[in-house]
Nanobody
Framework: QVQVVESGGGLVQAGGSLRLSCAASGSIFSLGSMGWDRQAPGEQRDMVAR???????SYANSVLGRFTISRDNAKNTVYLQMDSLKPEDTAVYYCTALVNGFRYWGKGTLVTVSS
């Protein structure tokens, strides 16, 4: 069984920073791309950032230049450093990982940015 578990959400003022972490665990034979999606209240879930196991990254235009995704392959962990946060970044952030050819998502962690 595979688990994907996020941590690091919380409340922050606009302009502040937060760092999210996510670890994949269980019966992992291959770990491909990892990343983050987010869903704001009343909105659809959108991709925020992705990183391949080779380290190539991609970002949504709305976070480009403010968020940085990274990973530690030895720990099966992905991080999202979020700087210059804006109230519109408020959402539940979901970690995703491609494990053994299947994509998994965590249960999400809430990020709230106050103005």
């Amino acid at each position: 069984q595979v688990q994907v578990v996020e941590s690091g959400g919380g409340l922050v003022q606009a302009g502040g920073s937060l760092r999210l972490s996510c670890a994949a665990s269980g019966s992992i034979f291959s770990l491909g791309s990892m990343g983050w999606d987010r869903q704001a209240p009343g909105e659809q879930r959108d991709m925020v950032a992705r990183i391949t196991n080779g380290g190539s990254t991609s970002y949504a235009n709305s976070v480009l230049g403010r968020f940085t995704i990274s990973r530690d392959n030895a720990k099966n962990t992905v991080y999202l450093q979020m700087d210059s946060l804006k109230p519109e970044d408020t959402a539940v952030y979901y970690c995703t990982a491609l494990v053994n050819g299947f994509r998994y998502w965590g249960k999400g962690t809430l990020v709230t940015v106050s103005s």
